[in-house]
């Protein structure tokens, strides 16, 4: 038990980077996804071609390589080349990466709702972008709960992939450790600390699901 | 045309085409409709008559014909054949004259009873909130269902849910009224109460265009009925005419096959 605190200092920071990684993504992964599901979905066949293209791309590759690239390689990419420090390397290739995974996920989302409500919207006079924001997007959202919470829980854990840049995220922090004290309890510890993030959005997505079964449909 | 001294028919539809693919759904449907007139558009299915519903509203886009409601040009047919819309913004001012009700109701519903009604005028017409409330509140008394303010519309009755539907689209102030279908997908005990919504909106001088397969409404409410069969018109006359002596053939037997 005196291991387990004597350790726990290393893991809540590595906790901390973990959690830091998950919060900035998700801010910024979901309204860059919503945007790129609607330009998916928009009649402008170059845009739509364009996303779709960028879509095959990020789900194409492996997020770890995308990462590598950001890193690496992208300082000695001419014009938009720059050289970026871990942790932004790190956001901007989990970014775009989980960005593709949401858009894709919207799309069916808003696909999933009825022409009817289009239909319904427009005879009252709703522009698309108020039949959007007023009436399908809030659908959506309840119809999408379930595999945004999947993918959220993904995340949580793929955070992990930024020890290639050497960020002591929870895992990494603790492997530090079992190596130092040849003994596998950090692995323990680390795997508590996921179950219990993960059992808080398990529980924020059970919360949010209930709150939208007000209406059936 | 209509810059004239007399007042402009509400609608104005002129050899309305309208191509699904190669399928010609409605081969020249022409219709003009006077303020305060009731018209039942009757028909088998597959004749049109809801297409053509709902190219007054833009929800369908023509190949060619005249459309002008209230003297406003929608969509015109210029003289090589080309069919030219109104630019978008014109659409959309037009297009909200018409109220429409559609077979399948198309509330929101992940809003209330309330939300529904009240969501266009403050949307699209920027009313205030304490300001239409209280409309919709009345239009709710009207339609016998100001119980059901805060319900949502998963908990309401097939015909509970289409007279919300009528003071929906009444909330918008609208000068037509376009129904498509509004009983079809009612059970039959639940018709009634529709029915009697409408027809009171008829008798306040709503004007009114049915697509229905109630031929006793027709009948009794209508002051014209016309029928389509084959994306044409067949025959357009007077209700009690038009049940009592069908003159075209076509009208004989539907209307035999429906009574």
């Given at each position: 038990?005196?291991?387990?605190?004597?350790?726990l200092?290393?893991?809540i920071?590595?906790?901390?980077?973990t959690?830091k990684m998950?919060?900035?993504?998700?801010v910024?992964?979901?309204?860059l996804?919503?945007?790129?599901?609607l330009?998916?979905?928009?009649?402008?066949g170059v845009?739509?071609?364009?996303?779709?293209?960028?879509i095959?791309?990020m789900?194409?590759?492996?997020?770890?390589?995308?990462?590598l690239?950001?890193?690496?390689?992208?300082?000695?990419?001419?014009v938009?080349?720059v050289?970026?420090?871990?942790?932004?390397a790190?956001?901007v290739a989990?970014?775009?990466?989980?960005?593709a995974?949401?858009a894709?996920?919207?799309r069916?989302?808003i696909?999933?709702i009825d022409r009817g409500?289009?239909?319904?919207?427009k005879v009252?006079?709703?522009?698309y972008a108020?039949?959007?924001?007023?009436?399908v997007l809030p659908?959506?959202v309840?119809?999408?709960?379930p595999?945004i919470?999947?993918e959220?829980?993904?995340?949580?854990k793929?955070?992990?992939?930024i020890y290639?840049?050497?960020?002591?995220d929870?895992?990494?922090a603790?492997r530090g450790?079992?190596?130092?004290d040849?003994?596998?309890?950090?692995f323990v510890?680390?795997?508590a600390f996921?179950?219990?993030?993960?059992?808080?959005?398990t529980?924020?997505?059970?919360y949010l699901?209930k709150?939208?079964a007000v209406?059936?449909? | 045309?209509?810059?004239?001294?007399a007042?402009?028919?509400?609608?104005?539809a002129?050899?309305?085409?309208?191509?699904?693919?190669a399928v010609?759904?409605l081969?020249g449907?022409?219709?003009?409709?006077d303020?305060?007139?009731?018209?039942?558009?009757?028909?088998?299915?597959?004749?049109?008559?809801?297409?053509?519903?709902r190219?007054?509203n833009?929800l369908e886009?023509?190949?060619r014909?005249h459309?002008?409601?209230?003297?406003e040009?929608?969509?015109?047919?210029d003289?090589?054949?080309?069919?030219?819309?109104?630019?978008?913004?014109?659409?959309?001012?037009?297009?909200?004259k018409m109220g429409?009700v559609?077979q399948h109701?198309?509330?929101?519903p992940?809003?209330?009873v309330?939300q529904?009604?009240?969501?266009a005028p403050?949307?699209?017409k920027?009313?205030k909130?304490?300001e239409i409330v209280?409309?919709a509140?009345e239009?709710?008394?009207k339609?016998?269902l100001?119980?059901k303010c805060?319900?949502y519309p998963?908990r309401l009755?097939g015909g509970?849910?289409?007279?919300?539907?009528i003071?929906r689209?009444l909330a918008?102030?609208p000068d037509?009224?376009?129904f498509d279908?509004?009983?079809?997908?009612?059970d039959?005990?639940?018709t009634?109460e529709?029915l009697?919504?409408?027809?009171?909106?008829?008798?306040?001088?709503?004007?009114?265009?049915v697509?229905t397969?109630?031929m006793?409404?027709a009948?009794?409410?209508?002051?014209?009925?016309?029928?389509?069969?084959?994306?044409e018109?067949?025959?357009?006359?007077?209700?009690?005419?038009?049940f009592a002596?069908p003159?075209?053939p076509r009208t004989k037997?539907f209307?035999d096959n429906?009574?």
């Amino acid at each position: 038990m005196d291991y387990i605190l004597n350790i726990l200092g290393p893991l809540i920071a590595g906790t901390g980077v973990t959690l830091k990684m998950f919060l900035v993504t998700i801010v910024l992964a979901v309204p860059l996804g919503l945007a790129l599901a609607l330009a998916r979905i928009s009649r402008f066949g170059v845009l739509s071609g364009a996303v779709n293209g960028y879509i095959w791309l990020m789900r194409g590759t492996p997020l770890m390589l995308q990462m590598l690239f950001i890193y690496f390689a992208l300082p000695f990419v001419p014009v938009i080349g720059v050289r970026l420090p871990d942790f932004p390397a790190a956001v901007v290739a989990f970014v775009l990466n989980y960005a593709a995974y949401f858009a894709e996920i919207f799309r069916a989302g808003i696909q999933s709702i009825d022409r009817g409500q289009y239909e319904g919207a427009k005879v009252l006079g709703l522009t698309y972008a108020q039949t959007m924001r007023r009436i399908v997007l809030p659908q959506m959202v309840k119809r999408i709960l379930p595999p945004i919470s999947n993918e959220t829980i993904t995340l949580v854990k793929d955070t992990s992939l930024i020890y290639v840049l050497a960020m002591n995220d929870l895992l990494r922090a603790a492997r530090g450790i079992v190596q130092r004290d040849f003994t596998t309890t950090p692995f323990v510890v680390a795997a508590a600390f996921y179950l219990a993030m993960t059992l808080v959005l398990t529980w924020g997505f059970q919360y949010l699901e209930k709150r939208y079964a007000v209406y059936d449909e | 045309m209509s810059n004239s001294s007399a007042i402009p028919a509400m609608i104005r539809a002129e050899n309305i085409h309208k191509r699904f693919g190669a399928v010609e759904v409605l081969k020249g449907v022409s219709l003009t409709m006077d303020k305060g007139e009731v018209i039942a558009v009757i028909g088998p299915s597959g004749s049109g008559k809801s297409t053509f519903l709902r190219c007054l509203n833009h929800l369908e886009v023509i190949n060619r014909g005249h459309i002008e409601i209230e003297g406003e040009v929608l969509a015109s047919t210029d003289s090589e054949g080309l069919c030219h819309y109104a630019p978008e913004t014109d659409v959309r001012r037009i297009c909200r004259k018409m109220g429409m009700v559609f077979q399948h109701f198309n509330l929101f519903p992940h809003l209330t009873v309330l939300q529904n009604i009240i969501e266009a005028p403050i949307t699209v017409k920027g009313m205030k909130r304490e300001e239409i409330v209280p409309v919709a509140e009345e239009l709710l008394r009207k339609v016998g269902l100001f119980a059901k303010c805060d319900s949502y519309p998963a908990r309401l009755s097939g015909g509970q849910k289409q007279r919300v539907a009528i003071a929906r689209a009444l909330a918008m102030e609208p000068d037509i009224m376009l129904f498509d279908e509004p009983t079809s997908a009612l059970d039959p005990e639940l018709t009634g109460e529709v029915l009697r919504t409408m027809r009171q909106l008829a008798e306040e001088h709503m004007t009114m265009l049915v697509v229905t397969h109630e031929m006793g409404f027709a009948r009794e409410v209508a002051g014209r009925v016309i029928f389509m069969d084959q994306g044409e018109i067949v025959e357009a006359r007077p209700a009690a005419e038009l049940f009592a002596k069908p003159e075209h053939p076509r009208t004989k037997a539907f209307l035999d096959n429906m009574l």
